[in-house]
């Protein structure tokens, strides 16, 4: 006897996402390789920073902090959370080139299934980078001056950024022909955070840095972050780094559907 | 083994035949035991070893970004050619496997078929003295592989010891002048093509009688011939043979005096799919499971950081 | 020994089809510490304003740094096509043949080496149409020798967890090491700079003598203080991860 063949259309596409979130989660924890360049570079770079350029502090212009690793704390998880989209991006192209991506367009699944599904997952990756990193801040003699609230903006501003990082990832992986493509935009990961305001303060950056870095979105969501830890929970920067990761992640999103249709009506 | 010999070495996925192989090229270690080749302790001498061999493994590894002539004369100069030879060595080898109009070109561009045959002359650069050859034609079309039988016979013409390992039972039973079966590790059986199959069994003459045909008659008349296999259809007859195709006149004179009529008949020869079996409890066409012989299987690692 | 210094030289051309016969093969070698190095001058330029860095600017003081993250990635690049050719067996193939495993290894090095000379010269073009000072043709010679040595250092070292992991996912592993190496050292600020964990770890790291001879006419002088203990440093470290690698190569087969 046959099996009712599931009804077609939207009722199932909550836990079709779900179950492709699941899957990438359960795929990346099985590849420590893959996990590895988001926390372990950040993480040494983060030690660098902190450890070689602690006296910039002393440099007029520069914010009445604690301690130099206050402030670099958001610069590393906005680090982290990048790296974090190129390696979703990198996982998406391997499922195109090993075939995986087909044996899902061909399913009864919904398609765009396929972008949500690892999509979430990058969320729920960015979740634990930004905690992670907090976690290693306060190990280390840190503190987040907004306190509890202030922890949340991080964690909502990192998880949303994350997000939207990990769309971008996507788009990317939808448009190349390979995985090796992808991880050929590594080194533009540092290229735009070099050109914001993450590391060090707008006011300190050479030209033609700080021209763009005032525009660079990247500068807003690393603010976002670093004003509850480093400072205090001032609204405006929070919310500007919020909206500016909330856009960011509307756009990568809707753009990697986009590219998806292209892919599929290309295929 | 024998110099100048052509050996066989079969077995079942998962046998050995590949970590036998890689033992005997010195890519391996043993854990026991000793072999040697060309008069030389793999374990113990295995430079001297190395020298005397060629060998051509399951994959064909070379390098796509590098020529034809380019993989030739680094593997002639990895052997200590002497550099004034190298280019004439390497062309004659080219040549003789049939890529001297593709040895010009990157490696990446090359068939399945045209690499093999690279790897081989490869293989030959330095005229070795006894040549292993895993599983050299999988994976190439017909052509192909009947262009490789009639190279492997040749070297074998010339005085190369060839030690071959293969899944194709016609290959084998082609080319070995000896084959070997391994079984879990084990040689179960070893001889020449033609001894290892009348060790399993003997000849039988397949006949199909007109419709109608009274087989019980049939079967009582023929059973002076020969030891006779149970009917698996009607108007069917399997009857074991002393000799061969010889003794195939007798009986049909016998049955044609009887009245009978014939509609079809075969001759079928115990095969080397037949002493796979009987040697080892299986089949070796259509084994399927991938085993230690799968090229890309190797011991487990630990996960990089 | 002649036939062995041919092996050598056959195996290194073949290490250099990589970037040779590779379109853009090039470019990932020597763009990332391009990137690193403009990226942290146009960042933390106004850091060099602070006493101690020699009234030079941050760009030229951190020009060594990137050559030697360039050396530093292209080591580690040699790794990694190790481990790829043991992936596709071509590694058994060069097992098979009766060259010696130091001459292999010697090959794989000494491509290396070469192939450092590639991101060294572009960041130093790029540096000099970027206003630092010419370093003055010694100073150069010193830097392309300690570039080189550290090139093979960290080739030796990625060969070895290239053979010890026998997977191009062992590349993280290798980077990391290189990255580590460089960069925990007097990379980023002159010694009394630094925080006491990373100035503990700077003076036990015998990279950071490198990078001061390096840095050598970028900053200050040539002088033989400056130079001997970069040789004696580089040296050391081509040594003893040559000599693991030597051991690691010869345990491969029989």
Aim: proline content about 6%; overall charge neutral; charged content about 15%.
């Amino acid at each position: 006897m046959r099996a009712t063949p599931p009804a077609a259309g939207g009722s199932r596409l909550g836990p079709t996402v779900v179950a492709l979130a699941r899957r990438a989660l359960v795929n990346a924890l099985r590849k420590p390789q893959f996990l590895a360049p988001l926390v372990i570079f950040p993480t040494l770079f983060l030690a660098i920073n902190v450890g070689g350029l602690g006296a910039t502090r002393t440099l007029e212009g520069f914010p009445q902090v604690d301690g130099f690793l206050d402030y670099q704390l958001a610069a590393a998880i906005l680090q982290s959370l990048l790296i974090g989209g190129v390696t979703a991006g990198i996982a998406v192209a391997l499922d195109i080139e090993g075939g995986f991506f087909d044996r899902l367009v061909a399913s009864p699944a919904p398609r765009i299934a396929i972008v949500l599904g690892r999509v979430l997952a990058a969320g729920v990756i960015a979740a634990a980078q930004v905690v992670y990193f907090l976690v290693l801040g306060l190990a280390f003699g840190a503190s987040v001056k907004g306190g509890a609230i202030g922890v949340l903006c991080v964690l909502t501003i990192g998880i949303v950024a994350g997000t939207g990082f990990g769309a971008l990832g996507v788009l990317i992986a939808l448009r190349a022909r390979s995985a090796s493509t992808v991880q050929g935009i590594f080194p533009l990961v540092f290229v735009v955070l070099f050109i914001s305001s993450a590391f060090f303060p707008l006011e300190l950056l050479s030209a033609p840095a700080d021209v763009i870095a005032t525009y660079n979105p990247l500068s807003f969501i690393a603010t976002g972050m670093r004003q509850p830890i480093a400072f205090s929970n001032q609204w405006l920067p929070v919310l500007e780094g919020l909206a500016a990761a909330v856009a960011l992640t509307a756009v990568s999103i809707g753009l990697s559907l986009l590219a998806l249709r292209g892919r599929l009506r290309d295929a | 083994m024998q110099a100048g010999e052509v050996y066989g070495f079969l077995g079942p996925n998962g046998a050995g035949k590949t970590t036998t192989v890689r033992m005997l090229v010195t890519l391996l270690r043993p854990t026991g035991g000793s072999a040697r080749v060309a008069g030389y302790d793999v374990a113990r001498e295995p430079s001297q070893v190395r020298r005397r061999i060629g060998v051509a493994l399951q994959e064909a590894a070379l390098d796509p970004l590098m020529t034809g002539s380019e993989l030739i004369e680094l593997q002639a100069t990895l052997h200590g050619i002497d550099p004034r030879s190298v280019r004439a060595r390497g062309e004659e080898l080219i040549g003789r496997v049939g890529l001297t109009d593709a040895a010009g070109r990157r490696v990446g561009t090359y068939s399945g078929g045209m690499r093999r045959r690279l790897d081989l002359a490869m293989a030959l650069i330095h005229d070795p003295e006894v040549l292993f050859l895993d599983e050299p034609t999988t994976g190439l079309d017909p052509t192909s592989r009947l262009t490789l039988w009639d190279e492997v016979r040749r070297l074998r013409d010339e005085g190369t010891t060839v030690f071959l390992t293969t899944q194709y039972l016609e290959e084998a039973d082609q080319l070995a002048d000896r084959i070997g079966i391994i079984a879990a590790g084990t040689i179960v059986a070893e001889g020449t093509p033609a001894s290892l199959k009348a060790e399993v069994g003997r000849p039988h003459l397949d006949l199909v009688l007109a419709p109608g045909s009274d087989l019980a008659l049939a079967r009582e008349l023929v059973a002076r011939f020969g030891a006779q296999r149970p009917p698996t259809e009607s108007c069917h007859l399997s009857i074991a043979l002393q000799r061969g195709a010889p003794d195939i006149a007798p009986i049909l004179r016998a049955l044609d005096d009887a009245g009978f009529a014939v509609a079809e008949l075969e001759l079928k020869q115990p095969t080397l799919d037949d002493v796979f079996l009987a040697k080892t409890g299986e089949r070796l066409e259509g084994a399927e499971e991938p085993g230690e012989d799968a090229p890309q299987q190797r011991e487990p690692l630990p996960e990089a950081v | 020994m002649r036939a062995r210094l041919r092996m050598v030289w056959a195996l290194v051309r073949r290490g250099l089809n990589e970037i040779l016969r590779v379109p853009g093969g090039a470019i990932p070698g020597v763009i990332a510490p391009t990137i690193f190095m403009l990226g942290m001058a146009a960042v933390f330029g106004k850091a060099a304003t602070l006493e101690g860095y020699g009234g030079v600017s941050f760009l030229a003081f951190i020009v060594p740094v990137a050559m030697l993250q360039g050396a530093g990635f292209t080591g580690a690049a040699t790794g990694v096509n190790l481990a790829r050719d043991i992936e596709r067996g071509w590694f058994d193939r060069m097992l098979l043949a009766p060259a010696p495993r130091p001459v292999l290894l010697a090959g794989v090095v000494a491509s290396a080496s070469l192939r450092a000379l590639l991101p060294a010269s572009f960041l130093l073009i790029v540096a000099l149409a970027l206003g630092v000072n010419w370093p003055g043709m010694l100073e150069l010679s010193l830097a392309a020798v300690l570039v080189m040595g550290l090139a093979a250092a960290m080739a030796c070292y990625a060969t070895l967890v290239a053979l010890r992991f026998r997977t191009q996912q062992a590349a993280p592993l290798m980077q990391m090491g290189s990255f580590i190496a460089v960069l925990f050292t007097t990379s980023y600020a002159p010694r009394e700079l630094l925080s006491g964990w990373l100035g503990a770890i700077a003076d036990v790291n015998p990279v950071t003598h490198v990078l001061e001879g390096v840095r050598q006419g970028f900053v200050g002088d040539v002088t033989w203080a400056g130079t001997w203990p970069a040789l004696v440093a580089v040296s050391g470290l081509v040594l003893v991860f040559g000599a693991l690698a030597v051991r690691g190569m010869s345990r491969q087969g029989i």
